[in-house]
C-alpha cells in the first residue's frame, strides 16, 4: 500500500483540520481517522467519517431528548441487554464510513451483504492502478481435503513456488496487455498516435480477479456487527478475515461498550440446535452419551465436542 | 409542541457542548442541531446528528483520498450532472438522524419508506403522552368530490364546529380511559391499590390515531431526496407535507449544492409519457392538437395542459 | 371474521379455478391457497399465491439447470447443513404472499420488519369497516410486575369488566363518529344532503388502535423465518404472536424439510454466550457454579439455569 | 452457450413436467419458461419461476378478495394510473426469479441493484467452466473522445485483430494456468499426485474479468422495472443492455399491461428540469431562446433539442 505524494498530501490536509461540532464525538476514534490500516500486500481501511458512539445507542433505545445523564455503568448493562434480545433498532442509529482498497474477488464475497452504501472506483471511467493480490508463503494454501469450501495444509518447495509465479506473471502480463490495447505507456501517456484504444469499459475484462480496486462502504453499526460476525469468523476466506480484523480494531475505539457486548454474546457465543440442548442436559444429568445416540450427524457431534471442550 | 423542563435541560445541555473534530461539519447546520422545529400542534422535527456534507458526495464520488482542493464550482457542476443523471450512491454517502414527534396516522405513511433506521417509542414499555392531533380550521377540509383520496374545500359552520369537538371529545375521553385502565392517575400515580392495571401493551390499543408518537429516524440523503420528493409533493396529504417541508429547510443548511440541484431536477421537474413528448413536439411544430388526437386522456391532457401553463 | 357474500363469491372462485404449470407445485399448500385461516376476533392469515419449495432451495444453492435427480434424503441433509451455518441466500429463492387482516397496533409492529413488501387497505381512499379487537377474557392481563413490557395475570372480576366495558364502547363510538364525521350512514348513504363530510384522510384519525385493518404481505423465505423466529417466540406479544403461528402451519405445508430445520435450529435451538458456554463447560466438569462467580448478571444465570433445565 | 448433455436432460425433464394449481399462471411465459435465450457469446437468461401477473397488481392495489370480475379495460386504465404516478407497492407484488450466464465484470455490475435476491455459483466450492466473453467485432469499440464513460467508433483493421487477440490468449493461459494450479487436466482429474493443488478459492483469483459465471436472481416487479430503466438505456454498457433487452422480452410475455405502461411512462419518457420546462414554455409562446439565455449548460442544451427534435 503505497500512496502517492498528491495522495498522502490530501490524508494529511485532513488530518489536521480541526472544526467545533456540537455533535458526540469519540476521541479514540478521531486520532485514527483518515489513516489507512495495512490489509494484505497492497490494501487498507481507513475511517473517513462516523456518526453516534455508546451513548447515541443509549439515546435512540430511549428516545430521549438530550445525552442523558446516567451512569456509564447502566448505559454498558442496557446495552449488553439490547445485544443479548437481538434488539437491532438502536445500534442502527450509529454510522461509519470507510475507504477500502481491496482485491476484486474479495470485494465480490463483500458486497453480497446487500445494506451497506457502496460506491466503488470506476473501471468505465478511469484507469485502473498496477496492483495485485500476491499471497504471502503462509497463505499459499493447498484445497482442503475435509471440506470442499476451505483450505488444507500449506503448500511447500517447488509447488508452493511455481504457483506463486504463475500468479505473479499472469497478472503482470495481463495489466501490460490492459495497458496495451488502452494505447497507453507506464507513464498513462498515448503509445501509438496511429491507433485509437480500446474502451476502457472494455479493456478492464482483461484484469485478474486480485487486481485491487477500491470503494468507500457506509454501514449502520447494527449491519457492521452482522458483517464482522460473518467474516471474522473462522470459516471466512482468510482474505476477507483480515479486513474484518482491522475493522474490528475500528469498532473498539469507536463503540466499547457495544464491542465488548459483541464479543460476548456474538463472537465468543455459539449456538445449541434442539437436539445439542438435549445431549448437554442429558451429560449435565451425568448421562453417558455417544453420537450414535445422540440424534446428531457425525460432523455436528464433532462441532459440539469441539465447542465443550470435549474429546470427540 | 411543549417540552418538559427536564427535556428542556437536556436540550440545553447538548446544545451548550462543543469538541473538536476532524470530520466535515456543516456550520449552518450546527447552528440548528437539537433544536425542535415545531410541525402541526403538537409535533416537531429536529436534527440530532448528521454525517457528510456537499464536499462529502464528490469526495465519494471521485472516491478520493482527501477533501480535495477543487473550486466549489466544480463541485457543484459534478453535484448537477450526478443528480440529471439519477445517480444514488454519492448521495448515500451523507447521513442524517431526526427526532420526529408526530400523529400515529402521520407515522404510518411515513413508516412505509423502509430504507430508513427507527427507533420508536415503546407505548408497550411505557406511556403515552397525552397529545392528539387536531386540524386547524383551514385544514378541516371535506372530502374531494373529483379525488377519491383528496380533499375538497374547507368545511365551515355548524359542520366545522361539530366535527372538530368530535374529535376533541373521543381523543380526550380515549385517554382518560387508558390511563383508567392503566390504574393511573394524571399524575402517573396508582389510582387504586386493590386494582393491578391493564398491561401498557393492551391498553394502548384505546388510543386513536390522531395520538402522537415520537422516534429517531435515520436516512441517507439519497432516500431522504426520495422521502421529500413524495412527500412535500402537491398530492401529499398536508399533515405530512408540513414535515417534509421542515426538512427541507434543514436540507438548504445542511447541503445547499445538493439541495439547489435537487429543486431544479426534481421538485420543479416535470416526466412527460412518451405520448406527451409527442405532443409537445407536435405543438412546437405549430401543429394544433386536441385531447382528442393526442393520445392522452382527459386526465392526463388536463395534468400536461397545466404543466405547460396552457389554457386546458 | 365474516366475509360479505361477494367476497365468499370472490374467494369460492379463485378456489375452484385449475390451471396447468410447469412451475413446482406444493399440493398441501394448494389445498390451503386463499382460506382465511382465523385469527384473533376478525383476523385472518391467508395465503394468496407462493413460489418454489424445498427442492427450489436446493437447486439455488446448487445454482443447477433443473430440479435434479438427488435422494430427497440428500435434500433434507443440504437444507439442514444451510440453515446451520446461517446461509441466507438459498432460502430467499422462495416467495409467498399473505393477505392478512389484523388490528392497526398489530400492523404497527409487523410493519417494523421492513424486508417485505406491503400494500395496505387505503383509508385516504376507502372507508374502514365497523371491526375492533376485543380482547378475549383470558388474554386480559394485567402489566407485569417484574418486566416493563411484559404481561402479568390475568384480570379478574369487577376490573376485567370494566376494562373490557370501556375498550368496547370507546372503539364503537369513535367509529359512530368516524361515519357522522364522514356524513354517512350504516350503510355508506349520505346522510345529511346540506354538509359535505369530511374528508376520508382526516376522518380515520378518530378511529382506535384495535380497528382492524389488512394487507397483502409479500415476502421471502429467509425473511419469513426470521419474522418468526422473532414473532413465534414466547417474548413477543400475544396478538402478534397468533398470527405467527397460523404462519407456522403454512411454513409446514409449504416446505416441511426448510420447517424442520428451523423448529431444530432456531426456534428450539439457544444461544450461549462466551461467560455462559464457560459456566457450562464448568458445569460439565463436575465444578460448582454458583451465579456470583459466574460472571453472569442474576438474570443471565436465571435465563440460562431455565435453558438448561436446572433449578436456579 | 453450450450446455452438457445432462443440463440438457435436466433441462427437457423440467420442461416436460406439468402440474395443476390454483395459482394465477400466464401461459405466454409458461412457453418460455426454463429455456435459456442467448446473450453475448456464451451467456443466457432463462426464466426459472415466477408469482403473479397483470390481474396481481391490480388484486394488490385493490386489497381483493379474489381476482376480480372487472373488464381488462378498466385493468389496465389501473395499471396506467399507478405508474404514472409512481406508485411502487403494487408492482412489488408480483415476482420472477432468472437463471443467468454472464461475464464476471458484467456481474460487478448487476449486482449493484442491491434489492434483488441472488445465488452465485461457488468459485470456493467449485471449478469454473473455461468460458469468456469475447466482444464480436462490431463491439469492439474504441474510447469515447468526448466521454471519458462511453465508447466511441469500432476499432478496425490491425489494432482490433490485435485486441481480439491479446483478450484470447490471455483469458485462455491464464484458465490453463488456474486448471495447472488447482494440479487438475482437463477432464478435471488429478494432474500430479505427488502434488496438492492449490485451494479453489486462491485459485480463482487467477481468472480474468470476463471470465463467465452464473447466479439465480430474483426479484420483485417494481424493482425489476427500475433494473431495466437503468440498463435498457442508451447510456447502460452494451454487455448489459443485451441483458436487460432479453428480460424486456420476457416483460412483454409475463406482464403485457405493465410493459406497455412502463415503455410509455418510463423507457420512453423524459423528465424535464424547471429550467428545461421553462424554455419549453418559452419556445410554446413563440419566443426565440438560445443557450445563452436559457439558464441550461451547453450540454443541458444539447439534450433538450436532441429530446425535443429539434437541431441544437
Redesign the interface.
Known amino acids: 500500500m503505497e500512496?502517492t505524494a498528491a495522495?498522502r498530501?490530501?490524508?494529511s490536509?485532513?488530518?489536521a483540520?480541526?472544526?467545533?461540532?456540537?455533535?458526540?464525538?469519540v476521541p479514540a476514534l478521531?486520532a485514527m481517522?483518515?489513516e489507512p490500516l495495512p490489509v494484505l500486500d497492497h490494501g487498507f481501511v481507513r475511517v473517513?467519517?462516523?456518526?453516534?458512539d455508546d451513548a447515541?445507542v443509549v439515546?435512540?433505545?430511549r428516545?430521549?431528548?438530550?445525552?442523558?445523564t446516567r451512569a456509564a455503568n447502566e448505559d454498558r448493562?442496557l446495552i449488553r441487554y439490547l445485544m443479548?434480545?437481538?434488539h437491532s433498532?438502536?445500534f442502527?442509529?450509529c454510522?461509519i464510513?470507510f475507504?477500502v482498497k481491496l482485491?476484486?474477488?474479495v470485494?465480490?464475497q463483500w458486497?453480497?451483504h446487500?445494506?451497506a452504501?457502496?460506491?466503488?472506483?470506476?473501471a468505465?471511467?478511469s484507469i485502473m492502478d498496477r496492483e495485485f493480490?500476491l499471497?504471502a508463503p503462509a497463505?499459499?494454501?493447498?484445497?482442503?481435503a475435509s471440506n470442499?469450501?476451505?483450505?488444507?495444509?500449506v503448500?511447500e518447495g517447488q509447488?508452493a513456488a511455481e504457483?506463486l509465479e504463475?500468479?505473479r506473471q499472469?497478472?503482470m502480463?495481463?495489466y501490460d496487455?490492459y495497458q496495451?490495447?488502452?494505447n497507453l505507456d507506464e507513464a498513462g501517456n498515448t503509445l501509438d498516435p496511429a491507433?485509437?484504444?480500446?474502451?476502457?469499459?472494455?479493456a478492464?475484462?482483461?484484469?485478474?480477479?486480485?487486481a485491487y480496486t477500491?470503494?468507500?462502504w457506509?454501514t449502520?453499526l447494527h449491519n457492521l456487527l452482522h458483517f464482522l460476525r460473518?467474516r471474522a469468523d473462522a470459516?471466512a476466506?482468510y482474505e476477507i478475515r483480515v479486513y474484518a480484523e482491522a475493522m474490528l480494531a475500528v469498532l473498539d475505539a469507536w463503540v466499547p461498550a457495544v464491542a465488548e457486548a459483541f464479543?460476548?454474546?456474538r463472537?465468543?457465543?455459539?449456538?445449541?440446535?434442539?437436539?445439542?440442548?438435549g445431549v448437554?442436559?442429558r451429560?449435565?444429568a451425568g448421562e453417558p452419551v455417544t453420537q450414535e445416540q445422540s440424534g446428531l450427524?457425525k460432523r455436528?457431534w464433532r462441532e459440539l465436542m469441539e465447542?465443550?471442550?470435549?474429546a470427540a
Do not use: C
Not at 48 to 52: F, L
Not at 63 to 68: K, L, M
Not at 195 to 201: K, P, S
Open positions: 500512496l495522495q498530501q490530501e490524508l490536509e485532513a488530518q483540520a480541526r472544526t467545533e461540532t456540537r455533535r458526540p464525538t478521531e481517522l483518515f473517513v467519517d462516523y456518526m453516534g447515541a439515546q435512540a433505545a428516545v430521549s431528548y438530550g445525552r442523558g448493562g443479548r434480545h437481538w433498532t438502536p442502527e442509529m454510522e464510513k475507504h482485491p476484486i474477488f470485494a465480490r458486497i453480497r446487500r445494506t452504501n457502496v460506491n466503488e472506483y470506476s468505465r471511467y493480490y499471497p497463505q499459499l494454501a493447498a484445497q482442503s470442499r469450501q476451505g483450505r488444507g495444509d503448500l509447488e504457483v504463475l500468479l499472469d497478472a502480463r495481463n496487455h496495451a490495447m488502452l491507433r485509437q484504444g480500446l474502451a476502457r469499459e472494455l478492464r475484462m482483461n484484469l485478474t480477479l486480485n477500491q470503494w468507500y457506509k449502520d460473518l470459516h476466506q464479543r460476548d454474546y463472537l465468543g457465543a455459539v449456538t445449541l440446535s434442539a437436539q445439542m440442548l448437554v442436559k451429560l449435565l450427524s455436528e465447542q465443550l471442550g470435549r
